[in-house]
């Protein structure tokens, strides 16, 4: 494999991506760099649903394997939500900022804290498909503490570590986090 594409257009996301894969001296392209693709659904009832529908339809439209992912953080005193529903938690259009106020507010009081990002990554050569997935497992906060990062990271401390996603050096974050298990995976599978 001399090429990937990353079937996403989340700038923070790529970021990552590319960070994680960058040792394996392959040409990464992402969404961003094909302008004409369309944005896929995610309407899928699971997450890995949701990766191999947008992983197939790049792979599909510019004929190279294609990596996507996708993630729910799982909150233990919800049964699991928002789990596949994460991005919209607050509504159809819901900002990060909406959907960490929701949450903050459904475990108003509640004493179980406990929570876990999951994330399948999936990818999809022609009639090929893998999906490979990371848990990171830790807790939601009573408050936001921090700038960095995105998404529900200013509420989620991970487990051992006293500080959020959104404090921490990207590089750790990357280390330890649901994404950066189910990328290591699939880097783990290529080396094989
Ligand atoms: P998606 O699967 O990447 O679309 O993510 C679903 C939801 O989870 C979105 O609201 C993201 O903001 C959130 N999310 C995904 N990955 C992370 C992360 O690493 N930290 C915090 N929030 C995340």
Redesign the pocket.
């Known amino acids: 494999m001399d090429k990937l594409i990353l079937a996403s257009r989340?700038k923070n996301?790529i970021e990552e991506m590319k960070q994680l894969v960058a040792h394996l001296g392959i040409d990464v392209f992402s969404a961003l760099d094909f302008p004409d693709l369309e944005e896929v659904e995610?309407d899928k009832p699971t997450l890995e649903g949701?990766a191999l529908k947008k992983a197939r339809y790049v792979n599909q439209q510019t004929g190279i394997p294609a990596l996507s992912?996708?993630?729910?953080?799982e909150v233990e005193a919800l049964d699991g939500a928002p789990g596949v529903y994460?991005?919209r938690?607050a509504g159809e259009n819901a900002s990060?900022q909406d959907?960490v106020l929701k949450l903050l507010e459904a475990l108003k009081g509640k004493e179980n804290r406990a929570a876990q990002?999951r994330?399948v990554v999936a990818l999809v050569d022609g009639d090929q498909e893998w999906t490979f997935e990371g848990v990171c497992k830790g807790k939601i906060i009573e408050d936001q503490i921090g700038k960095k990062?995105?998404?529900?990271?200013p509420i989620?401390m991970p487990n051992e570590f006293a500080e959020t996603?959104a404090q921490m050096d990207p590089n750790i974050k990357n280390l330890i986090?649901?994404?950066g298990k189910a990328v290591q995976r699939f880097l783990e599978f290529l080396e094989d």
Request: proline share 0%.
């Open positions: 989340n996301k995610e949701n992912d996708d993630t729910g953080l994460s991005a938690y990060y959907n990002f994330t990062g995105f998404g529900y990271d989620f996603f986090s649901h994404r």
